[in-house]
């Protein structure tokens, strides 16, 4: 009987737990959602803090415990995105080229811009036209180029530049992606974003091999 009371007390423990966590990630998402949301309507600079966590009826305190900096609310999704590339590269064929399945893995975050194009362009005029998010974007895809750097590796013969390649590899295809994904922005979302992702992939892959 104690055994058994004991592991219900154990399993209600890990459902609140649980609950607890869930509650969280909804408030997270809620923050990053109701600030991007002033920060594309007002501009970043003029959305205040207050503006951010009044309409939710949460105390700064509380952001600043989900959030180091006004910077990291845009940039929340960044870490459920690198999950999801991670998860998309490690299931891209083994035999395929090494380039080619980072940019299959990149152009697999299109879905993004095809479920809410006029979302996907906010955020990224938002970025680009914000010296503070700059900076932070760079460090922010710097971790997808160091995660996924360690997944295409374990696909690479095993070579002391292995781990260099790999790297290398993923930044080319990053870099890549960044310029398509500035043009199509540039176009103001007129221009076809596969197109421009395609030519600037391209340019990478006409560079002669040594």
């Known amino acids: 009987m104690k055994r058994d009371e004991d592991a219900a007390h154990t399993q209600q423990g890990e459902v ?3 609950l607890r966590e869930k509650r969280k990630r909804q408030l997270k998402s809620e923050l990053s959602r109701q600030a991007i949301q002033l920060f594309t309507q007002k501009g970043f600079e003029e959305t205040t803090i207050d503006d951010i966590v009044d309409p939710l009826a949460v105390s700064k ?13 845009v940039f929340a999704w960044y870490e459920e995105l690198t999950d999801e590339l991670v998860r998309a590269l490690e299931a891209r ?42 900076g932070k974007s760079f ?13 295409l590796a374990k696909r690479l013969p095993d070579a002391p530049s292995r781990d260099l390649t790999a790297r290398v ?42």
């Open 93 to 134: 064929p083994k035999a395929e080229a090494p380039f080619e399945s980072v940019c299959e893995t990149l152009l697999s975050l299109l879905h993004y811009y095809d479920e809410n194009r006029k979302w996907a362009l906010a955020m990224t005029r938002l970025a680009k036209a914000t010296p503070a998010l700059v």
């Open 61 to 73: 305190r509380t952001l600043f415990r989900y959030f180091a900096t006004k910077e990291d609310l």
């Open 169 to 210: 590899t993923v930044a080319a295809a990053l870099v890549a992606f960044t310029c398509g994904i500035d043009e199509w922005t540039d176009s103001r979302g007129k221009a076809d974003v596969r197109a421009c992702l395609d030519r600037a992939f391209s340019i990478v892959r006409s560079f002669p091999s040594t």
């Open 139 to 151: 460090e922010k895809r710097s971790i997808w180029e160091r995660e996924l750097a360690k997944v």
């Open 16 to 18: 609140k737990e649980g």
